[in-house]
């Protein structure tokens, strides 16, 4: 599996952006996938993670409410919604995903950055 996330830019707080991963390769609707991103001077963290089968959802606290995560199995893609951008949601955000749910994320993205200015 590849993946290319897109959509990151700069953003006024409070603003919205809406950022996607793209995957290729086959059987995309078995893997779990999910969002993480890496602050500058931090360690990457979770943000969110979305099932393949039964499509459910989970959230980082610090995100949850403001932040959706989507998918669109036909198209191979994964959609991440944030809404109400703090400048602490600045970051690169990467997508991921995985075959196994209790194991780690296999494959990752490139990244795309996200500035939210204050």
């Known amino acids: 599996v590849q993946l290319q996330a897109s959509g990151g830019g700069l953003v006024q707080a409070g603003g919205s952006l809406r950022l996607s991963c793209a995957a290729s390769?086959?059987?995309?609707?078995?893997?779990?996938m999910g969002w993480f991103r890496q602050a500058p001077g931090k360690e990457r963290e979770f943000v969110a993670a979305i099932t393949g089968t039964f499509v459910n959802t989970d959230y980082a606290d610090s995100v949850k409410g403001r932040f959706a995560i989507s998918r669109d199995n036909a198209k191979k893609t994964v959609y991440l919604q944030m809404n109400s951008l703090k400048a602490e949601d600045t970051a690169v955000y990467y997508c991921a995903a995985r075959k196994d749910m209790s194991s780690g994320y296999d494959y990752w993205g490139q990244g795309t950055l996200v500035t939210v200015s204050s």
């Open positions: 390769g086959r059987a995309f609707n078995t893997y779990g």
